[in-house]
């Protein structure tokens, strides 16, 4: 998809810090915590809830009540007027609300409407659900039972292997060794360092933190979230330590990312009312387009490219042309295999850190990443951006936006 008509206010965007999973998120629920922070972001940027006139919802781990999950989440940021679907495509999510986004915008301006459509995703990776299935035709009645989270980390039932076998499939057949696979992790970590400068102020430019974590009932702090919570301090020989996690293979477990629990919002509207939305109207944040693609069987880690590629090529532009790259990286594979196939440096890429480093909570994770496209492209001065991510079931999602300074 080519957009035309889509528009993201400067600053019309933010994300939680991070927490790895069981960590200070774990208990609470995502949609009351989703909904908390977008009415802290709006109030903090002077821009009222009652200008959304639709939201699309990304969620990937179903939570308690998550059957009324959109219009809940809605109504609970203090737009009870609007619908708002659900969206949930794995690792995609992110990328496809943003997506749905620019789509709607096209078709509804042409009609002559104004939108303003509010973008969020919000998972928990912690304490996924166990799920029962009834089977009255199984051995005694006895019913099907999954973890979501866990079984479904551990197997596709199309390709039927698990997502690290994707992984090392990509490996085996292009030939990436572990060595190349922790230089790789190492500098990701060396590159999330810069974001940490300065009292962490690559990350205050669209982060909302500090956060105070409640009990239950809401009363007690339990603690104060002011970054990332989880990200594992990393060095050459501990890397060299570590040994494959499958026999035989190649990726170690710290050359691949860990889950976690977050959330992240971005508005998309037309080009009048980002400048008025926005927090300083000279910076123009254009949403030129989205692509995905999937990868042979088994081999999730190559899709980036085809979707990179898609991507790129209906925003009418090509890598060279690309100044900030941001990807989704579960593993250091996915990163080695775009830089090869695309003719990228190392890098060139990921500058601030990416998802490797500090984690994965699904639905936000390509959320994150494009608003730091977005904020790096404004302190690079402008120009063309891309974020790209491998998703579940072999596939990929990618987004290109220009920014103008």
């Known amino acids: 998809m080519f957009f035309e008509r889509a528009y ?3 600053k019309g965007y933010w994300s939680t810090p991070f927490c790895r999973w069981q960590g200070s998120f774990s208990h609470l629920h995502a949609v009351p915590l989703a909904a908390d922070i977008a009415r802290r972001a709006l109030e903090e940027r002077d821009i009222s809830p009652q200008v959304v006139s639709s939201l699309y919802f990304g969620i990937t781990v179903p939570q308690m009540h998550t059957f009324y ?27 496809r609300v943003v997506g749905l986004a620019g789509f709607e915008m096209e078709t509804t301006t042409k ?10 995703t919000a998972d928990r990776c912690s304490n996924g659900p166990h799920l029962y299935y009834p089977d009255p035709m199984g051995p005694g009645g006895t019913g099907k039972k999954e973890d979501w989270v866990m079984d479904n980390f551990g197997f596709d039932p199309y390709a039927r292997n698990a997502m690290l076998d994707t992984a090392e499939n990509v490996a085996r057949e292009v030939g990436i060794t572990t060595e190349e696979q922790h230089e790789m992790t190492l500098l990701r970590y060396q590159q999330y360092d810069d974001a940490l400068k300065d009292d962490s102020a690559f990350l205050r430019r669209y982060m909302v933190m500090p956060i105070e974590v409640k009990d239950a009932r809401g009363r007690k702090v339990l603690s104060v979230v002011d970054g990332d919570e989880g990200v594992f301090p990393t060095t050459a020989e501990g890397l060299a330590k570590l040994k494959p996690v499958q026999r035989g293979g190649t990726v170690t477990y710290g050359a691949q990312t860990h889950p976690a629990d977050g959330n992240c919002g971005i508005i998309v509207t037309t080009r009048e009312k980002a400048r008025e939305l926005s927090s300083d109207p000279n910076v123009e944040i254009q949403l030129l387009s989205y692509g995905d693609a999937k990868s042979k069987k088994g081999y999730m880690a190559m899709a980036v490219v085809p979707a990179a590629r898609n991507a790129l090529a209906r925003a009418g532009i090509g890598i060279e042309d690309v100044k900030v790259i ?14 090869r196939e695309m003719g990228v440096e190392p890098e060139a890429m990921n500058n601030y850190g990416s998802s490797i480093v500090w984690g994965h909570p699904q639905g936000p994770t390509g959320h994150r990443l494009i608003i730091e496209v977005i904020e790096e492209l404004v302190l690079r001065g402008g120009g063309y951006g891309l974020f790209v991510g491998c998703a579940a079931g072999d596939s990929s999602a990618g987004v290109v936006v220009k920014v103008t300074v």
Not at 78 to 83: A, M, Q
Not at 111 to 120: D, M, N, R, S
Not at 326 to 339: E, G, L, R, S, W
């Open 8 to 10: 993201i206010p400067y």
């Open 326 to 339: 941001k990807t989704h990286n579960p593993f250091a594979v996915n990163d080695i295999y775009f830089c």
């Open 69 to 95: 999950g959109g219009p809940w989440l809605a109504a609970s940021i203090g737009v009870d007027t609007i619908t708002a679907p659900m969206i949930g495509q794995a690792c995609a999510t992110g990328a």
């Open 111 to 120: 009609a002559g409407e104004e939108q303003v459509i509010l973008t969020i």
